[in-house]
């Protein structure tokens, strides 16, 4: 079976995201998707064969990777390892505190939107997980890691707790950069990187 | 009749999810007159609550005997992330909604009702704890502690199995001990 044209499969992803910031995940239709994409029903089952089902999924995958490839850009001129999770931290919350779709769905039909967001949590993880170890190798090579420390499992840990906190600080006030820079070098990092990169 | 109840409950939300649980599967499974269980518990919402409050209630018993008892601080949190994993993992109902209805659970574990939710389990790990920290420093560890503890137990698995003593201990002596400040919060700077 051909695969979808990647042009066309990124206009639906599209067009089905504005649906859903219109009307809701539940009252979203294919028709709506053809309306606004003006791309046909048979096209659009030929690209997501399971219907409204595989598109809500794909569309919530879809904006999960447009969020976190907009956190990779904010921090990437970062000049050092406990820096960059910190402002990654910083900008991941206001993200997630002003993202106008994300918030209204979680307030009109979580249950529809939860179960797939932590389906697809394994994608922010091996990416946020891949985009860290480059930089941790960087922090090694400066001697300014744990010796002995195996760097998968130290941006496994990293990534893991950074998804913790972005989805619920808890007691934490992410907006007050005191208290995130106490998180990132106590909590975060002091497992990681020895007392000197911490700054 | 209460634990009767709340022991029926959970072996039918194991069997057929919560959604499917009726108040007369749990009068059956009880082996009581559904009159009886509906003078006690007049709807399903309120035999839930009972019932969740009851399990975490017993779960922070278990856990703050487990870390009084642990000689150091890092035996106490290996200990308490050990066993509270186990029983999490073992436990049937909840493993039956995470698996099956998670649309159910997750609203109250997620986001903004995730906080409240790390709250509740970072008191009950704080107070496990109080044998060998300050208070103050007890409350942070705590959130801390359950926050890696759930970070670990995702439902698609993890590289640590936190039901393992060993792996658990590698964790927390390598990434999570490191963090936990432990000296007494000076009152001047507070």
Redo the contacts between chains.
Sequence with gaps: MASTDPALRERLLEAAYACVARFGMGKTTIDDVVKESSVSRATIYRAFPGGKDELMREVVAWEMGRFFGALAEAVAGAPDFATLVEEGLVFAHRAVVEHEVLQKVLVTEPERLLPLLTTETHRPLSFITGYLVPFLEREEREGRVWPGLDLEQAADYVARMLLSLIGSPGQWDLDDPVQVHELVRTELLAGVLVPDALG | MQQRAIDAVMRCIARYGVSKTTLDDVAREAGCARATLYRYFPNKSQLLRVAVASEVAALAGELEQIGAAAPTLDDAVVAVVTHASRRIVGHDALQFVLRCE???L??YL???A??T???AA?DVVARSLLVHLPPERA??AG??VA??A???L???G??VDMTDERQVRE?VR????????TEPVDPITR
Excluded at chain 2, 174 to 181: A, D, K, M, S, Y
């Design positions: 998670p649309e159910t997750l609203p997620t986001f903004a995730g906080d939710f790390l709250a970072g409350a942070r959130e801390w926050r890696v759930f970070a670990y995702t439902p698609d993890s590289p964790l390598t990434f999570v001990r490191p963090g936990l400040p």
